[in-house]
Nanobody, 129 residues
């Protein structure tokens, strides 16, 4: 059974950092594209970042480029999202998602992330001003 467990959210002041973790069980990230999307109250879901181990591609939304970094630990079967220089507008529930068929396009990731079929529970990120 494919399961994703997201963690690492919390309350942080603007300019601070958080690292989100997405631990997978039931499958290997080597065979999947994995990404993060977020949803703030009253807003549409936004694909934030993704990574594909098969071809090494990564994607970052313009809103987080230069501040967020996605990485993976093969031994732990875990994907991380390091979030630096956080802004109040980053406040949202963050979800990790994965799919064995859809890619992580370096320029089209925002489209594909929202189609991934496996989601974990969300983790709340709140950035105070």
């Amino acid at each position: 059974e494919v399961q994703l467990q997201a963690s690492g959210g919390g309350l942080v002041q603007a300019g601070g950092s958080l690292r989100l973790s997405c631990a997978a069980s039931g499958f290997s990230f080597d065979d999947y594209a994995v990404g993060w999307f977020r949803q703030a109250p009253g807003k549409e879901r936004e694909g934030v970042s993704c990574i594909s181990r098969s071809d090494g591609s990564t994607y970052y939304a313009d809103s987080v480029k230069g501040r967020f970094t996605i990485s993976s630990d093969r031994a732990k079967n875990t994907v991380y999202l390091q979030m630096n220089s956080l802004k109040p507008e980053d406040t949202a529930v963050y979800y990790c998602a994965a799919d064995p068929h859809y890619p992580c396009g370096s320029t089209t990731g925002s489209y594909w992330i929202l189609l991934y079929n496996y989601w974990g529970q969300g983790t709340q990120v709140t950035v105070s001003s």
